[in-house]
T-cell receptor, first 111, second 112 residues
Framework: NAGVTQTPKFQVLKTGQSMTLQCAQDMNHEYMSWYRQDPGMGLRLIHY???????DQGEVPNGYNVSRSTTEDFPLRLLSAAPSQTSVYFC??????????FGPGTRLTVL | DAKTTQPTSMDCAEGRAANLPCNHS???????VYWYRQIHSQGPQYIIHGLKNNETNEMASLIITEDRKSSTLILPHATLRDTAVYYCIDPSGGTSYGKLTFGQGTILTVHP
């Protein structure tokens, strides 16, 4: 199993550009989440999904969209990138109250 | 909102036990306590979780007080590779359904 994979590993955007961060898991997990981590801080939940077709907002959802058309994939869309969205983005998946498996992260810089 | 309280940093000698405390004084009766760690800039790694009984796995032990207001993560024989940020997850944020609420964590440094 590849576990949780994220692409790209690094990305530089200009203010106002849009992009999609990809996340995929091959463990047939129902629950998937997106977090962001700013320097020296803990992770903050952006959006999460409890199954295909079902998503909800986390702590910091503004500026981000998600959709979940399949169990495997949970892409995160930045609608109009801003410097405040410079961060490391982690995707995670789980069966529920069990452990969450995290991807390696995408390091995003917005100029 | 209820929050967990952890020391900002701790040191431990290699080969000794590392005991990392966490206060979660407003935890509700059905909330699990979870511990994760983050090595360097990698994705967080699950360590252990528990409800009210003490738990042990191949990585660590978790001691939860009887009133469930605090817990201690124990790494029995710390190695240099255990140097990481350790997060006690805020249970009031909901620890189920893919939602975790991370605090600042404890920076554990294991030295030779």
């Amino acid at each position: 199993n590849a576990g949780v994979t994220q692409t790209p590993k690094f990305q530089v955007l200009k203010t106002g550009q849009s992009m999609t961060l990809q996340c995929a898991q091959d463990m047939n997990h129902e629950y998937m989440s997106w977090y962001r981590q700013d320097p020296g801080m803990g992770l903050r939940l952006i959006h999460y999904s409890v199954g295909a077709g079902i998503t909800d907002q986390g702590e910091v959802p503004n500026g981000y969209n998600v959709s979940r058309s399949t169990t495997e994939d949970f892409p995160l869309r930045l609608l109009s990138a801003a410097p405040s969205q410079t961060s490391v983005y982690f995707c995670a998946s789980s069966r529920g109250i069990d452990e969450q498996f995290f991807g390696p992260g995408t390091r995003l810089t917005v100029l | 909102d209820a929050k967990t309280t952890q020391p900002t940093s701790m040191d431990c000698a290699e080969g000794r036990a590392a005991n990392l405390p966490c206060n979660h004084s407003t935890i509700s009766g059905n909330e699990y306590v979870y511990w994760y760690r983050q090595i360097h800039s990698q994705g967080p790694q699950y360590i252990i979780h528990g409800l009210k009984n003490n738990e042990t796995n191949e990585m660590a032990s978790l001691i939860i007080t009887e009133d469930r207001k605090s817990s201690t993560l124990i790494l029995p024989h710390a190695t240099l590779r255990d140097t990481a940020v350790y997060y006690c997850i805020d249970p009031s944020g909901g620890t189920s359904y893919g939602k975790l609420t991370f605090g600042q964590g404890t920076i554990l440094t294991v030295h030779p």
